[in-house]
């Protein structure tokens, strides 16, 4: 079966622009979570998307958006960027079922550069 | 909220068994996740603990203990393959939410 699937792979973003990640889960998933990864932070929880409803949220600014779609396609959006965006995005997919982990599968992210 | 400590690095020669601990303060807490990712991959994920005790899968195992708040992923008959970086988690009871521990990178040398 197809993996998740982002794109694009690498972004390179001046400060003040705003930038739009997609996140395409596995066929039949439909919970897809974001994480921002970077060298400091390690692995952080943006947000989680549940058929189209975001089930849950990080501790990141406003700036951070996200949305999911009927097919279970993800969105995020960064706006108004900064230097500190600078990070690998990582999505992850899952059947949705609430507590255990039954094992998310990860996308191989964007890395998103901010110059 | 939620906290998982691990080992920053870990270093060990082929063939030899890694140990690696996490320790972690939770509220509402459901079980421990392992997930390795090798640099410039994704992370992939390896084991679940929802109950005490050893979960084995291959040359990996995982065990947990709720008492002492306490997991570890031991890593038998190392290969150069799994250098890399491992990565405790928790899922929260609502909803699919990671909290991951800072990662233990593990370089394995000949």
């Known amino acids: 079966k197809a993996g998740v699937t982002q794109t694009p792979r690498y972004l390179i973003k001046t400060r003040g622009q705003q930038v739009t990640l997609s996140c395409s889960p596995i066929?039949?998933?439909?919970?897809v979570s974001w994480y921002q990864q970077t060298p400091g932070q390690g692995l952080q929880f943006l947000f989680e998307?549940?058929?189209?409803?975001?089930?849950n949220k990080g501790n990141f600014p406003g700036r951070f958006s996200g949305r999911q779609f009927s097919n279970s396609r993800s969105e995020m959006n960064v706006s108004t960027l900064e230097l500190g965006d600078s990070a690998l995005y990582l999505c992850a997919s899952s059947l949705g079922w609430t507590g255990d982990d039954y094992g998310y599968t990860f996308g191989s992210g964007t890395r998103l550069t901010v110059v | 909220g939620q906290s998982l400590e691990q080992p920053s690095e870990v270093t060990a020669v082929e063939g030899a068994i890694v140990q690696i601990n996490c320790t972690y303060q939770t509220s509402g807490f459901y079980g421990l996740s392992w997930y390795q990712q090798h640099d410039g991959g994704a992370p992939t994920f390896l084991s679940y603990?929802?109950?005490?005790g050893l979960e084995e899968t291959g040359r990996f195992s995982s065990f947990l203990s709720r008492s002492d708040s306490y997991g570890y992923l031991l890593l038998q008959e190392l290969q150069m393959k799994d250098s890399a970086s491992y990565f405790c988690?928790?899922?929260?009871?609502?909803?699919?939410?990671?909290?991951f521990g800072g990662g233990t990178r593990v370089l394995v040398k000949p």
């Open positions: 998307y549940f058929s189209e409803t975001q089930r």
């Open positions: 066929s039949g998933h439909r919970s």
């Open positions: 988690a928790s899922p929260k009871a609502a909803g699919n939410k990671l909290t």
């Open positions: 603990n929802a109950l005490d």
